[in-house]
Nanobody, 124 residues
Framework: QLQLVESGGGLVQPGGSLRLSCAAS????????IGWYRQAPGKEREGIVY????????YDVDSVKGRFTISKDNAKNTVYLQKNSQKPADTAIYSC?????????????????WGQGTQVTVSS
């Protein structure tokens, strides 16, 4: 069974850091582009960062640029999202998704497999 499982969410103070994990089972993350998405209460889902298959090219949107970093560990079949300098506006459910041959896009309809999400709350 192909599955993605996120972990690492929780409560963090403004300015703090968290590392989210996205672990895959049933397939190799290395041949998929992995994207991280978030959905805040009352807002639409937003794609924020991806790491491409193969050479691991990354892309992030302006709202997280310089603060969030995506990386992957092929040996562990896991992708990470390091979130630094967090703001209350970063409060959301964070989900990872895997897409095969999607190219350079965060369009969610291009991604085939989705995790269940992990809640991140940034608050003092």
């Amino acid at each position: 069974q192909l599955q993605l499982v996120e972990s690492g969410g929780g409560l963090v103070q403004p300015g703090g850091s968290l590392r989210l994990s996205c672990a895959a089972s049933g397939f190799s993350l290395n041949i998929y582009t992995i994207g991280w998405y978030r959905q805040a209460p009352g807002k639409e889902r937003e794609g924020i960062v991806y790491i491409s298959e193969g050479d691991g090219t990354t892309y992030d949107v302006d709202s997280v640029k310089g603060r969030f970093t995506i990386s992957k560990d092929n040996a562990k079949n896991t992708v990470y999202l390091q979130k630094n300098s967090q703001k209350p506006a970063d409060t959301a459910i964070y989900s990872c998704a895997a897409g095969f041959a999607v190219g350079s896009t965060l369009m969610p309809e291009q991604y085939e497999y989705w995790g269940q999400g992990t809640q991140v709350t940034v608050s003092s």
